[in-house]
Structure formats: C-alpha cells, structure tokens
C-alpha cells in the first residue's frame, strides 16, 4: 500500500487523439491532480492534440517522445530514459504499441509497478499463433490489467486465463454535470449551410476502421435533404473519408470539424447521436450522447450493448439500410423518441467520472511501492 501524497505516476499513450483511451488519460490526470497526485503523461507520438494544452494548463508535465512514427526503437529508449530519471512509482500504460514498449521496460527498470487499462474487446494480433503467445508475456509483466467493461474483462481470461488474478473492470466514466447542464449552440456558428429546421446527426469518434464513419456517410444518402451530418474527430481516415462524402455528393450535408473543445454544446444542439463501430471496449461516445439526453443509436458490438442496454437504439454494425431505419423510427415517433433520450439519460448516471476516478486511486494505492 502506497500513500497518495508519496505516489508518483506516469501515464503513458501512443498520442492523444480524439478517442475515447485518450479521452481517459485526459480525464484521469486532471481529476488525479486535482488530489494532489503527482502525475505526468507520456506521449509515442505528439500530435498536436487539444489535450496536450489542457494537461500542461493544469500543471500537468506531458512528455513528447516522437514527432514521427511511434514504433521506432529509439522512442523506446526515450522512453525508458525518462522512466529511469524521474524514478516513478506506478507506470500506467494504454493501447499498443504503448502496451508493449512499457512491458518491455519493465524487464529492465524494476523499482515502479505497471498497470495497464485494455480497451477493446479484441484485437487481431490474438489470431496469430506467435503474437499470442508475446502478448501473454506482456501481459504477465503488469501487476494489474484494468478493463472498461465486463465483455472486454471475459475476453480478456480467455486470453491469458493464467493471469486472471491480475485482472479488474472500471467503467469508464464522464463529467455528467458537464454534459447536462451543456447549452444550445446557434447552429449557424456550426456552419452557414445548416438551418434552424434542419435534422443535425452527430458523430464523435477517431477516423479509423474501428468507427466506420462510412456507414453513417451511405445512410444519409437515403435519408432526406435536410437531414444533415456532423462528425467530430481526426484520424488516420479522415481524408480518405472525405473524398468519400464528395463522391457520394454529400458534402453539403456532412460537415467534418476536426477535435472541438465543444462537444457538449454540439450534442446537445443534435438531434440525433450515432456510433457506428465496428467494435468498441465500452463506447464513451455513446454515453456522452446519452448524457447529454439526446437519443443515440450504436452498433450491436460487445462493450456498447453491455453500456447501453434499453438506453438507446442498436443497428447491425455496416448495415446503413437498417440504420436508415432505426434514425427514421425516431423521428417520425415522438413518443418514441422522448422515452430512448429519457432512458438513456437515467442509464449514463451509473457512469460518473469520480467513481471512475476513485477506483483507479484505489489500485493505484494497492499495487504501489
């Protein structure tokens, strides 16, 4: 057992783009500072994200390794350089490759402990015989391995069942006060072409294949001229997405406004919040939709559905015709609409961020030096 005012922390990422991992790290360092912990953050990559001037706002050290590719060995040894310096107790690791690098570090600095949050529900380098087995190396070199929701965590013991002691679940959680109390933007401040009586669809996620944003592209094509989209985000996809929308001539009615500082007010002016992912570990998208008491549709992928349940809409994941379907359900029913946005309020108040924030001290406390 470690005392708080002796803990010192290292969260480490791969970079802090738009999704919901980083989103975590974000919020966790925040709250955690806000008690006094001493905490920094280590970036693979720097990307310019809006929560590196956060983080360094509220006095938060962030470390950026690489302006470039985040896979170099010599990011590797720049991180186990600042590891070795600053003498942390607690290393906290997300997502791969962070997840491997601080595994690999731990073979070599031994004076802090390691934990590492999983997620996602899955990820394809299980399927090969050889990464499944350095994977479950890795993973035995982390004292504890936090997942975001119970699906991730059952996955998870089918993988490395000889370390199922090591493992724990804490939900994500979010700002609740923030998005209910959240105010209507005038939605021309969004963009000029958006008009009062328009449909506003929201999405806010990473451009990558694990969102599928394009599911939602080709589902406007069967929706009405005054249904319009707006997706929040970067990614590696972002351009290629682009070039999508104009080939379907839809780039009148599908706005892309990169990372907002905003999204709150954003959900709150929609109509309407989608996630269509491929997969998801828990969705923190979706509850902020929810949160926000705007009536949300996500795919029926593992993570959301466990989340979500009756508080909100679920569609077959690539199927836009069904989507189409479930957007169409809510609008042109009232009733229907009112009680999903009602439901999924009341269901995202089980998801604080204190609680999230508490429970994360409390291993923190049991696991350190």
Same mark, same amino acid.
């Given at each position: 057992?470690?005392?708080?005012?002796?803990?010192?922390?290292?969260?480490?990422?791969?970079?802090?783009?738009?999704?919901?991992?980083?989103?975590?790290?974000?919020?966790?360092?925040?709250?955690?500072?806000?008690?006094?912990?001493?905490?920094?953050?280590?970036?693979?990559?720097?990307?310019?994200?809006?929560?590196?001037?956060?983080?360094?706002?509220?006095?938060?050290?962030?470390?950026?390794?690489?302006?470039?590719?985040?896979?170099?060995?010599?990011?590797?040894?720049?991180?186990?350089?600042?590891?070795?310096?600053?003498?942390?107790?607690?290393?906290?690791?997300?997502?791969?490759?962070?997840?491997?690098?601080?595994?690999?570090?731990?073979?070599?600095?031994?004076?802090?402990?390691?934990?590492?949050?999983?997620?996602?529900?899955?990820?394809?380098?299980?399927?090969?015989?050889?990464?499944?087995?350095?994977?479950?190396?890795?993973?035995?070199?982390?004292?504890?391995?936090?997942?975001?929701?119970?699906?991730?965590?059952?996955?998870?013991?089918?993988?490395?069942?000889?370390?199922?002691?090591?493992?724990?679940?804490? *939900?994500?959680?979010?700002? &609740? =006060?923030?998005? /209910?109390?959240? +105010?209507?933007?005038?939605?021309? #401040?969004? %963009?000029?072409?958006?008009?009062?009586?328009?449909?506003?669809?929201?999405?806010?996620?990473?451009?990558?294949?694990?969102?599928?944003?394009?599911?939602?592209?080709?589902?406007?094509?069967?929706?009405?001229?005054?249904?319009?989209?707006?997706?929040?985000?970067?990614?590696?996809?972002?351009?290629?997405?682009?070039?999508?929308?104009?080939?379907?001539?839809?780039?009148?009615?599908?706005?892309?406004?990169?990372?907002?500082?905003?999204?709150?007010?954003?959900?709150?002016?929609?109509?309407?919040?989608?996630?269509?992912?491929?997969?998801?570990? *828990?969705?923190?998208?979706? &509850? =902020?939709?929810? /949160?926000?008491? +705007?009536?949300?549709?996500?795919? #029926?992928? %593992?993570?959301?559905?466990?989340?979500?349940?009756?508080?909100?809409?679920?569609?077959?994941?690539?199927?836009?015709?069904?989507?189409?379907?479930?957007?169409?359900?809510?609008?042109?029913?009232?009733?229907?609409?009112?009680?999903?946005?009602?439901?999924?309020?009341?269901?995202?108040?089980?998801?604080?961020?204190?609680?999230?924030?508490?429970?994360?001290?409390?291993?923190?406390?049991?696991?350190?030096?």
């Amino acid at each position: 057992m470690i005392r708080r005012d002796k803990m010192k922390i290292l969260q480490v990422i791969n970079n802090l783009g738009s999704g919901g991992a980083e989103k975590l790290v974000n919020d966790l360092s925040t709250n955690m500072k806000k008690k006094g912990i001493d905490i920094e953050v280590a970036l693979l990559q720097e990307n310019g994200s809006i929560y590196i001037n956060d983080l360094e706002r509220n006095g938060i050290k962030v470390h950026k390794l690489s302006e470039n590719s985040m896979y170099s060995l010599k990011t590797l040894f720049k991180l186990f350089k600042i590891i070795k310096m600053k003498e942390y107790s607690i290393i906290h690791a997300h997502i791969f490759p962070t997840f491997y690098f601080v595994g690999i570090i731990s073979l070599f600095y031994k004076k802090a402990k390691y934990i590492y949050t999983e997620h996602n529900t899955g990820n394809r380098r299980r399927k090969y015989r050889i990464l499944k087995i350095i994977e479950k190396f890795i993973y035995s070199r982390y004292e504890k391995v936090i997942c975001i929701s119970d699906k991730t965590e059952s996955n998870l013991r089918k993988h490395i069942n000889n370390f199922s002691k090591k493992i724990v679940v804490i *939900f994500n959680g979010i700002e &609740l =006060e923030k998005y /209910a109390t959240s +105010i209507q933007m005038n939605r021309k #401040n969004i %963009d000029s072409k958006i008009k009062v009586e328009d449909k506003i669809i929201t999405m806010v996620g990473r451009f990558s294949k694990q969102k599928d944003q394009k599911t939602l592209i080709k589902a406007m094509n069967f929706l009405p001229e005054e249904y319009k989209l707006l997706l929040i985000g970067e990614g590696e996809l972002k351009e290629e997405t682009i070039k999508f929308t104009e080939k379907l001539n839809l780039k009148n009615r599908v706005f892309f406004l990169g990372v907002r500082k905003d999204v709150p007010d954003i959900l709150k002016t929609s109509d309407l919040v989608v996630l269509s992912s491929n997969w998801e570990g *828990f969705g923190i998208a979706a &509850l =902020e939709g929810m /949160a926000s008491g +705007i009536p949300t549709i996500i795919s #029926n992928v %593992d993570g959301m559905r466990e989340m979500v349940k009756d508080g909100g809409v679920f569609f077959n994941c690539g199927e836009e015709k069904e989507l189409v379907q479930r957007i169409n359900e809510l609008f042109l029913d009232e009733n229907y609409y009112n009680e999903i946005a009602k439901k999924g309020l009341e269901r995202s108040k089980l998801f604080s961020l204190d609680s999230m924030v508490s429970k994360y001290l409390e291993i923190y406390e049991e696991v350190g030096v």
